[in-house]
């Protein structure tokens, strides 16, 4: 008996977390250097990119989110933001990452953004809204320059799993601002 209830937990436990992993999740970014769609690229090579909105599963279709997200793109006017100093994120500190001015010009395209996903499940909701830091992760070689003034001018929507593979990145669609 308790042998079968152990199996039978491992399997609850496996199936969960196979579900949490390999649901299909996106990305809201700004690629620093333009990057066209269908793009792909690893899991480890990320271009250099400011993150707006990590990983989420949507609740729509696909092409309910790409509508919500033309809509954004047409009424925002490109901004520049400031690179602040660096920073590490993660549990052990182990993500060097170039943290964005908080200025109100990127706060709100966050927010806006967050209001068109409010009903999507988050792998780290208190990383969205009063909790989002504006950044950029330090790439191989290629990382912002503190102090330097960059332009936002499009966002970009990235698959996590194009294909189901857990491996690889691609550029679902680019949406440049008007």
């Not at 925002?76 to 100093?85: A, N």
């Not at 009063?130 to 698959?159: C, F, M």
Request: aromatic share 12%; hydrophobic share 40%.
């Amino acid at each position: 008996m308790f042998l079968h209830l152990t199996v039978h937990r491992h399997r609850q436990i496996f199936a969960y977390c196979y579900n949490a992993i390999m649901s299909q999740k996106y990305v809201i970014a700004h690629f620093i250097e333009s990057v066209e769609p269908k793009f792909n690229f690893s899991c480890k090579k990320w271009p250099l990119h400011i993150t707006l909105l990590p990983n989420f599963v949507i609740t729509v279709s696909l092409d309910e989110l790409i509508a919500k997200l033309s809509k954004i793109s047409e009424s925002t006017k490109p901004f520049d933001i400031k690179v602040g100093g660096d920073a590490r994120f993660g549990p052990s500190g182990e993500v060097l990452v170039s943290l964005i001015e908080p200025e109100s010009a990127i706060l709100s395209l966050h927010y806006k953004l967050q209001a068109i996903t409010e009903h999507y499940k988050f792998d780290t909701p208190h990383y969205i809204g009063d909790g989002y830091r504006p950044h950029a992760t330090k790439q191989a070689n290629k990382k912002l320059i503190s102090g330097k003034s960059y332009s936002l001018n499009s966002i970009t929507l990235v698959d996590m799993y194009p294909n189901n593979d857990i491996q690889r990145r691609e550029v679902v669609k680019n949406f440049p601002f008007n």
